[in-house]
């Protein structure tokens, strides 16, 4: 089984918050997405053991997503050899062209060495001989894979870009099923009572979108230069 593109990401409900317009339309334009969590999330605010875990699974679901969930404890993810090996050698049992992951955190530790642990993870993928390695056992019966493209959502616990993305994608269709993902997250979100985090979220999104003209769009950064083949691939501007 292959995926077309993994979104890693440090616990559940960060991958909806930061790209939950983009996973709907990446599936939408028929690509198969794997949602994978560092851990699961635990303990959550406002809910009992296990309850984070299956709103995350309705959450993928209504995103159109699969997702699994590694072993690592909420609060204490570092970026560790083992933790790095483990997502390695999902990228390459699952083959992803794409891998998104978070990046220029400071402010929860957690997201700070999730950045760091998958740029050390899709490195390590593509590398072989991993049984020469002491310690390397869990990439030794895999084949090397490359990613193509590793790219980072805005992480909205931390301070806005601005301008500084490499690009954004507009998810104004998709919006709707973001909201009704975020939704699902009763165990952090006071959703019936309007989430005042949500309610921040959603206005990142708008800002987003009144630079392009649309009603909300996601920003992204890349780890390498883009290229394209030509300048017409882009979408108008609003000012040109």
Not at 88 to 103: C, K
């Amino acid at each position: 089984m292959s995926y077309d593109a993994l979104v890693i990401s440090a616990h559940p409900d960060d991958a909806e918050v930061q790209m939950g317009g983009t996973i709907a339309r990446l599936v939408d334009e028929g690509l198969r997405v794997l949602l994978v969590d560092l851990c699961d999330g635990e303990p959550s605010d406002f809910a009992a053991p296990g309850e984070r875990v299956a709103q995350a699974r309705r959450a993928a679901a209504i995103l159109g997503a699969e997702r699994i969930f590694l072993d690592g404890q909420d609060r204490l993810l570092g970026d560790t050899i083992p933790l790095r090996l483990q997502v390695a050698r999902l990228i390459r049992l699952y083959r992803p062209q794409i891998v998104f992951g978070t990046t220029d955190a400071c402010v929860h530790p957690d997201h700070a060495a999730a950045g760091a642990l998958l740029s050390a993870a899709v490195f390590y993928a593509r590398l072989d001989h991993w049984e020469r390695v002491p310690g390397g056992e869990l990439l030794a019966d895999t084949e090397p894979w490359k990613v193509e493209r590793l790219f980072f959502p805005h992480c909205k616990m931390e301070p806005p870009w601005g301008r500084d993305f490499a690009f954004a994608v507009d998810v104004s269709d998709t919006y709707e099923r973001k909201r009704a993902a975020l939704a699902e997250y009763g165990s952090i979100f006071r959703v019936e009572e309007g989430d005042r985090l949500l309610t921040l979220y959603e206005a990142e999104d708008a800002y987003l979108g009144r630079l392009f003209g649309v009603a909300y769009a996601e920003a992204f950064k890349s780890h390498s230069p883009l290229l394209v083949p030509s300048p017409t691939v882009f979408l108008p501007g609003l000012h040109g």
